[in-house]
């Protein structure tokens, strides 16, 4: 499908179309980011760019995609409320600040928020972007029929947020209500997959319909720093200086921007090689002591190790089931030998899920190696070795299957499966493998259970809630990423504490005692946090991807080229 952007002024749309993880300390001398400012012409306005996908986008309409890329190319279409950079931190959008308690935007009982916009916003065909755009937007995103909407509280008593709805009170102001309050709103609203779309292009459109329009493949009205100009399916996408963005006329800086579909990490890898394309994030660690050498690119790591690599315990089965098996498993396979495998500078350590977040706790200790006393926990819980190296109870032999995927883009997790093998075989488990393709793995493997333990990689967030996947509640059956089908009343309990309120101070506090009874439990095992890796054509300047969010083009609106 080839689209290309009308020439007609917006009237001819009212009749309304038919029908969702700075550089690196070891990275600052060959970065150009940490140059940036001490040019003395500073930025320069012109020129455009090609950055490479792997893969193709979904919906480009707030709140209906799904995959990553696609949250890249909206932060470039779509202006937010707010926005998160690479170290969480929000900045204002087309508010003229964030909501919270200490400034009123969030009521005492933090069940009704107040967003006052920025004045004389416009749409990218210059009419007014007011209030009324906003609480049409979020009373839309609330309905029911709207579709995905990326965890954004439903208008339905059976939401265990419920939305009640937003309301206009001048039109600069919008107020909205919840049953219940919802502290990971802020992190819902953050960034263009969460902005506002146009009531003149929807209003008369059945929420039901909107996903299904063909604004979601080539929206013609937006608020970003880019307005659409050509989206060509299965190849290539390209955007153009929006000349009513808000931070303008001086912003974006750049006149143009493409996104190049590519098959492969490998294509990708071709490209770059042969100058097609500027940029790339996610790059595949398997390329990037490649892409270093690569003339006229500089590689970029994240500013710090965030996500997490993990093995998770399948509980559903009875040997999985017993803390000692579990307890055994991580005493003998040490997560800084996993750590070593991977190139310098890329992984951290991490005893917890949040690294990158405001709950991460650096300073914890876990899983101490003792391969000794991993064997006398096995004695004692029953396990005996047996002449064929492997330990038996009654009719049972330890005998495990370890799940992963993507192995083509990440062959370390095929060094990571070796070393586990032989680190379970020296106590007596014996592991065999299943090596899967990406959807397979996530849509089947995980979700029905066909696995004793999995490893896969959790990208970040900007709120480190993790009740999705701990929660008693949260198993695959009931929606939620309970994969281990772990279940510790305590942990329940705690979550439900932090989920109830803003305040950074007691969710820290929560999330220590969480902490503390998950390593205990050891129901998953953290094997590192990762800094993801980028590569980028030398003259692009501010260019400086967040391992959350909007991930590469967070800030799409400040780079140039020199």
Not at 186 to 205: H, K, N, R, S, Y
Not at 230 to 259: C, M, S, W
Request: with cysteine.
């Amino acid at each position: 499908m080839v689209t290309e952007a009308p020439h007609a002024p917006r009237a001819t749309f009212l009749t309304l179309l038919s029908c969702l993880l700075l550089c690196s300390a070891l990275l600052l001398s060959s970065c150009d980011l940490g140059n940036a400012t001490a040019r003395p012409h500073g930025p320069q306005r012109g020129g455009s760019i090609t950055t490479a996908i792997e893969g193709d986008v979904e919906s480009l309409l707030p709140f209906q995609p799904f995959g990553g890329e696609t949250l890249s190319v909206d932060q470039a279409i779509w202006t937010p409320l707010w926005y998160g950079d690479p170290t969480s931190t929000m900045h204002p959008g087309l508010a003229q600040e964030i909501p919270s308690l200490q400034n009123g935007g969030i009521s005492a009982d933090e069940k009704t928020w107040t967003i006052r916009l920025r004045p004389h916003l416009k749409w990218s065909d210059g009419l007014p972007l007011t209030a009324d755009d906003v609480a049409f937007s979020l009373n839309i995103y609330a309905d029911p029929h709207f579709g995905r909407n990326g965890g954004f509280p439903l208008h339905d008593p059976a939401d265990p947020i419920d939305f009640l709805g937003a309301t206009i009170l001048d039109p600069i102001t919008v107020r909205f209500t919840l049953a219940h309050p919802d502290h990971l709103l802020l992190a819902i609203l953050a960034d263009g997959v969460a902005g506002p779309i146009p009531q003149e292009i929807f209003g008369a459109v059945p929420p039901g319909d909107i996903a299904k329009s063909h604004q979601g493949f080539f929206p013609t009205v937006v608020s970003g720093p880019f307005e659409l100009k050509e989206h060509i399916q299965g190849d290539h996408l390209t955007v153009v200086r929006n000349p009513y963005y808000y931070q303008g006329p001086a912003k974006p800086y750049l006149d143009q921007i493409t996104f190049r579909f590519l098959s492969s990490q490998e294509a990708i890898f071709s490209a770059l090689q042969a100058g097609r394309v500027d940029t790339t994030y996610d790059l595949s660690l398997a390329s990037l002591d490649r892409a270093r050498e690569l003339t006229g690119y500089s590689t970029y790591l994240d500013q710090f190790p965030s996500g997490y690599e993990v093995l998770i315990f399948n509980l559903t089965n009875p040997m999985l089931k017993d803390l000692a098996v579990r307890q055994a498993l991580t005493l003998s396979l040490d997560p800084r030998r996993v750590m070593a495998l991977l190139p310098p500078g890329i992984a951290a350590p991490t005893c917890d899920d949040q690294a990158g977040t405001f709950a991460h706790e650096p300073q914890l200790t876990c899983y101490p190696q003792d391969p000794l006393r991993a064997g006398i926990l096995l004695d004692q819980d029953g396990w005996r070795l047996g002449p064929d190296g492997i330990r038996h109870k009654g009719s049972q032999s330890l005998a495990l299957r370890y799940a992963t995927f993507n192995t083509n883009n990440n062959p370390y997790r095929l060094q990571i499966e070796a070393l586990a093998q032989a680190a379970w075989a020296r106590i007596g488990v014996k592991i065999t493998f299943q090596n899967y393709a990406t959807h397979e793995f996530v849509l089947s493997v995980l979700p029905h259970g066909t696995f004793d333990i999995a490893e896969f990689y959790h990208w970040p967030s900007y709120d480190p809630d993790d009740g999705w996947f701990f929660m008693c509640n949260q198993t695959p059956d009931k929606g939620g990423g309970n994969d281990m089908h772990y279940c510790n009343s305590v942990v329940d309990l705690t979550e439900t504490s932090q989920q109830s309120t803003t305040d950074i101070d007691v969710r820290r506090a929560a999330y220590h005692t969480i902490h503390a009874i998950i390593l205990a439990d050891v129901p998953v095992m953290y094997l590192y946090s990762l800094r993801q890796a980028a590569v980028y054509r030398s003259t692009l300047h501010n260019y400086s991807p967040s391992a959350a969010g909007a991930d590469e083009l967070w800030n799409v609106w400040d780079w140039y080229l020199a």
